[in-house]
């Protein structure tokens, strides 16, 4: 039912910052777990960091920790993934996710971004 469309992925310098977008369509957002995930060339989709319904809590994976910072604009219908000291390792074609249920519950993400690439080059 939610269609997601990701925005503000670019090439950028190693140290440098990037702010993310994924705006998605009218319905219960406000309900939905709100990740972002990426992938490498030759890698599989890596979780990066989600956000509760009322970011309330969030999540992050180790190799971000510290650097990105997940937010959400329910009133926008928009979740953001600030990324900060970025490293060439961070290159990867990154997407945004949706899930229903509870944060605090295991659960798959059904609905997909197509995905916006970052470089960060050495």
Known sequence: ????VESGG???QAGDSLRLSCA?????????????FRQAPGKEREFVAAISWRSDSTYYADSV??????????SKNTVYLRM???KPEDT??????????SFYLMGTYD????GTQVTVSS
């Open 84 to 86: 900060g000291i970025l």
């Open 10 to 12: 670019g090439l950028v």
């Open 111 to 114: 609905y997909w971004g197509q």
């Open 92 to 101: 990867a074609v990154y997407f945004c996710a949706a899930r229903k249920g």
């Open 65 to 74: 920790k510290g650097r990105f910072t997940i937010s959400r604009d329910n």
């Open 1 to 4: 039912q939610v269609q997601l």
């Open 24 to 36: 998605a369509s009218e319905g219960t957002f406000s309900r939905y777990v709100m990740g972002w």
